[in-house]
């Protein structure tokens, strides 16, 4: 019974922290929002904590399993970037890093860091909520041929 609580705890925060991040981006409506942040955090608590059960947790396996899981992650975060054609405009680098930080939050969650996973999570809102409006006060750093509303499209 033990164990399974081991489990829920670990695999339940890093649902709730990388949720947490998810809410924020499905709010903006962008490319991966709640369930893909959610999914992406419990993927990588999984990795590492049934990776440290298995092996008994020492350091240069668990390096090796968060370096597959940051490796790994590219792959998705790279899908969601989009470089729109005849404009000097790229979406989808914030929601990119966003996919990435929720699995160092969930492999945070799978090693048991549960404080370093919160206070991660608890920054990236504050980045992603009020970095993104003080963003929004300064005049966008738009190229030579990008119209106003290019510039302002950005994410």
């Avoid at 092996?55 to 597959?68: F, K, M, N, V, Y």
């Amino acid at each position: 019974m033990e164990v399974l609580g081991s489990h829920l705890l670990v695999l339940g925060c890093a649902a709730l922290l990388g949720g947490a991040i998810g809410l924020e981006r499905e709010l903006h409506r962008r490319w991966a929002g709640l369930r893909t942040h959610m999914m992406v955090a419990m993927a990588a608590a999984l990795f590492v904590h049934t990776g440290m059960d298995s092996s008994g947790g020492t350091s240069a396996d668990l390096s090796r399993i968060i370096q597959g899981i940051a490796a790994g992650i590219g792959f998705i975060g790279a899908g969601t970037i989009l470089k729109l054609t005849g404009t000097l405009e790229i979406k989808g680098l914030t929601t990119a890093s966003s996919i990435w930080l929720a699995s160092a939050i969930g492999a945070a969650c799978g090693s048991q860091n549960f404080l370093a996973a919160s206070v991660a999570a608890l920054f990236s809102l504050i980045i992603l909520y009020a970095v993104g409006k003080l963003e929004r006060l300064f005049p966008s750093q738009s190229g030579p041929n990008d119209t106003p509303s290019q510039a302002e499209n950005h994410e």
